[in-house]
């Protein structure tokens, strides 16, 4: 089982596949590296992919402490990873948390990315509901120590914007369940109160978002409500970004629409790797 080290000295477990270009897969709060098996397989046809599990997710260690749980370390943990593997530049793919990861790695190192997927994120961003977002996120943390996380899973892991993947493919929503359950209540705490809780909302970011240079997509469904509008911010800042929409898909929509998803990724890729994405898609620059 091989496992990296980051400059602060956790031990991340990692997956990787295939060989040319690297893509590294940045899962969300409720899943792992397992989330991003259909693009693992998909993708490492053509090129090299790396998929870890964030800190807090066994078999990645488990630090105790939650000051070492942040969005920063988050996005270092990305930098990390690239040097610990020998690779200078790479695409990162990100989907909620480790979308949020993505925007933020992009804002602090975009010359390591050769290019940024962010998807579904923006949940506690809204200057209305942020707050409220942090108190839960809090509350959460502490049910989850309380009662464990085969219960995390069976309430948290059915809201509303998991259930488009319950209804499209119920064996991989019970799969999702299942992984989900087997998470570490501690790491899951720890995530969430370091991570969750104290993340900065998009809405105060635009300034370095529009510092961005590495070529963007942002991924959004359109029936993961809390994603909707800050996509949008994030298109209208970031220089370099497009932005799609799937239709009737909720907040995993590498997982509801495997083909879909992954056919949006390779045509961004090829323009990429063609050079032809740029700050030209941006409304209003002529």
């Not at 923006?122 to 200057?127: N, T």
């Not at 809780?197 to 961005?212: E, F, K, N, Q, V």
């Not at 029936?223 to 929409?245: F, H, N, W, Y």
């Amino acid at each position: 089982m091989p496992f990296l080290t980051t400059d602060d000295g956790v031990k991340l477990h990692y997956e990787e596949s295939g060989s040319g270009t690297p893509i590294v897969f940045l899962h969300e709060f409720a899943g792992d590296w397992r989330t991003w098996e259909p693009q693992l397989r998909h993708f490492s046809r053509r090129y090299r992919c790396i998929a870890y599990n964030a800190r807090g997710y066994p078999p990645s260690d488990v630090p105790a402490d939650v000051e070492r749980y942040s969005q920063q370390r988050a996005r270092d943990d990305i930098r990390a990873a690239l040097d610990a593997l020998g690779i200078e530049r790479a695409h990162i793919v990100g989907n909620s948390m480790g979308g949020f990861a993505t925007l933020h790695f992009g804002m602090a190192y975009s010359a390591r990315a050769l290019s940024l997927v962010v998807a579904g994120c923006g949940y506690g961003a809204h200057p209305d509901s942020y707050e409220s977002f942090q108190a839960q996120a809090r509350e959460l943390a502490k049910t989850m120590l309380e009662k464990g996380m085969p219960h995390i899973a069976a309430t948290y892991g059915h809201g509303p914007g998991r259930l488009p993947l319950r209804d499209k493919d119920p064996r991989g929503f019970a799969e999702f369940i299942r992984h989900f359950s087997e998470h570490s209540a501690q790491g899951s705490a720890n995530t969430m109160l370091g991570y969750q809780a104290r993340r900065p909302s998009l809405y105060d970011l635009t300034a370095d978002m529009a510092r961005i240079s590495a070529p963007t997509l942002i991924v959004a469904g359109d029936e993961d409500d809390a994603v909707l509008e800050p996509s949008l911010l994030m298109k209208r800042s970031i220089p370099t970004a497009g932005l799609v929409v799937l239709p009737k898909s909720g907040h995993m929509t590498n997982l509801e629409d495997p083909a879909l998803f992954n056919r949006l990724l390779e045509d961004f890729f090829h323009q990429v790797e063609a050079g032809r994405w740029g700050p030209k898609a941006v409304i209003g620059n002529q």
